[in-house]
């Protein structure tokens, strides 16, 4: 079965800081993993897909993440943190032939000027 | 062209009644996806429809959920005698192809916010 783990359902930084935001996955079959961001009273949007091409995946936005088949991780990163990145994200997972895409819980993103 | 569009964006009922909620895909994706999305939580997959058919609707919570397409294209989710705790965010989601696929990318409607009172 697949799950998604987000570790710390919030995180505060700086406005220039550098953003990380943890992702685990659990799947018994090559995944494919999601991040989404969520703006209040906005759908979620893309911010970028691994589908087993390149290990490092860069999306929208600046933001780009790292699959690690080792650490089952695929953790989330933006070098500077703006005050417009302030919003909830979602690390999800599907994989081939399946039909369900599974969701984290969300991580509340906090930017302080 | 225009996104997933949903319809009401706000829905307040009373326990007991029926509900129906409308989402119209991407024009051309083949692929609909309804998630439920509770207050704190992360999108809870509901069902997904290939078509006009319910490929898996095995997220459905109960037998008071149910879901059409009948033509492929618009959607509604249908809840009959509606509890308090069906309170939450409905999502509705397009792809050109299948999830499961690598070149599926959903595309998410802003949702409808029902509230059972």
């Known amino acids: 079965a697949q799950s998604v783990t987000q570790l710390g359902s919030h995180v505060s930084v700086s406005e220039g800081a550098l953003v990380l935001l943890r992702c685990n996955y659990s799947s018994s079959v090559p995944p494919y993993l999601f991040w989404y961001v969520q703006y209040p009273n906005q759908g979620l949007q893309l911010l970028l897909k691994y589908t087993s091409a390149a290990t490092l995946v860069k999306g929208i936005n600046g933001f780009e993440a790292e699959f690690k088949k080792s650490e089952t991780s695929f953790h989330l990163t933006k070098p500077s943190a703006h005050m417009s990145d302030a919003a909830e994200y979602f690390c999800?997972?599907?994989?081939?032939?399946?039909?369900?895409?599974?969701f984290g819980a969300g991580t509340r993103l906090f930017v302080k000027a | 062209g225009a996104g997933v569009s949903q319809t009401p964006s706000n829905k307040v009922t009373e326990k007991g009644k029926y509900v129906e909620l409308r989402c119209d895909p991407i024009?051309?994706?083949?692929?609909l996806y309804w998630y439920r999305q509770s207050l704190g939580q992360g999108p809870e997959f509901l069902i997904y429809?290939?078509?006009?058919?319910?490929?898996?609707d095995s997220g459905l919570p109960n037998d008071r959920f149910f879901a059409v397409r009948p033509e492929g294209s618009v959607s509604t989710l249908k809840i009959q005698r509606t509890e308090r705790g069906d309170s939450a965010v409905y999502l509705c989601?397009?792809?050109?192809?299948?999830?499961?696929?690598?070149?599926?990318?959903?595309?998410f409607g802003p949702g409808t916010r029902l509230t059972v009172l």
């Open positions: 429809f290939q078509g006009t058919g319910a490929a898996d």
């Open positions: 999800a997972v599907s994989y081939t032939g399946g039909f369900k895409t599974i």
């Open positions: 989601a397009s792809s050109l192809t299948q999830t499961g696929s690598s070149t599926d990318t959903q595309y």
């Open positions: 024009s051309g994706h083949t692929a």
